[in-house]
């Protein structure tokens, strides 16, 4: 691409999805958008089949954004308005398969880091209370289901080996999980997801999440992990639990993924100002 585009920056990363490569370019590349996607593909086949450029900004109910593809196998006749199911994609994390449609519903590749350590946490806190009846798991904007369908999935290690509840789906079987999502589309393939990946103990809903907490409270339900997986607005959803009912004898353990302002050397000093202690 150096050789190619009279650009000072050059784009170097994109975003896997499935059969999908995601960029995202600067204004001053976008003249030249369609070379970068044709690179990307020639690099990356058979692996990708698409490339796309982010068109517009994310959209803050379902955190989904416009696209615009730059490159494809299909080659530059194919009339993607008539082709529907072009940007539905197959993606594997925690030895689960995971449907979806890149277009109408929210996945980032680069978290597959944490949603592994949080399903893992969950698993071992499972199977410490493995005598006590289970564990439940409420999550609020579950998505496609990167957190419930690995903590409810049947399906075991096609090798047979056993390891220890926090890497293996063994530890699945005291887990039961609320999830919801408001995105019609995500609760759509959070289902699909369910049933692909055998999932038991796994209750899917497609309502607002302050609607859902109050529903699970209403019903007596009571819940050991909240997550909360909706980084531009899930702060705003813990008055949800204001006046969680107080004949419960603990408290869940509430996971709010929020987005925090880039560490710079000025917010340092900041830091170093107001810290008392």
Known sequence: LR???????????FEIVGHIAHVNLRTEVLPFQFIVGKVILEKN?????????????????????????IASTKGDS?????????????????????????RTVYWNSRLGGEHRRLV???RRDASSKAEEGGLVV?????????????????????NGGKTDASTSMNGNKNITVFAN????????YLKINSCKNKCEDLHC??????????DLDTRGIVYHHVIMNL???????????????SQQTFLPRIHVHCFAEKFTTDNRNTAENNDTD
């Open 3 to 13: 050789k190619l585009l009279p650009v000072r920056e050059i784009p170097s990363a």
């Open 45 to 69: 086949t058979p692996r990708i089949q698409t490339v796309v450029n982010k068109v517009g900004s994310i959209d803050t109910e379902f955190r989904t954004f416009g696209m615009k593809v």
């Open 78 to 102: 194919h009339n993607y308005d008539d082709d529907k199911d072009w940007s539905i994609v197959t993606v594997r994390e925690e030895k689960c398969k995971f449907q979806l449609d890149f």
């Open 120 to 122: 893992q946490l969950i």
């Open 138 to 158: 409420a999550d609020l904007m579950a998505g496609v289901g990167p957190f419930a369908v690995p903590l409810t999935t049947t399906i075991t290690n096609k």
């Open 181 to 188: 999502d408001l995105n019609p589309e995500s609760y759509k």
């Open 205 to 214: 809903y497609n309502v607002d999440a302050r609607a859902f907490v109050h």
């Open 231 to 245: 980084p531009a607005s899930a702060p705003e959803f813990l008055d949800a639990f204001r006046g969680y009912p």
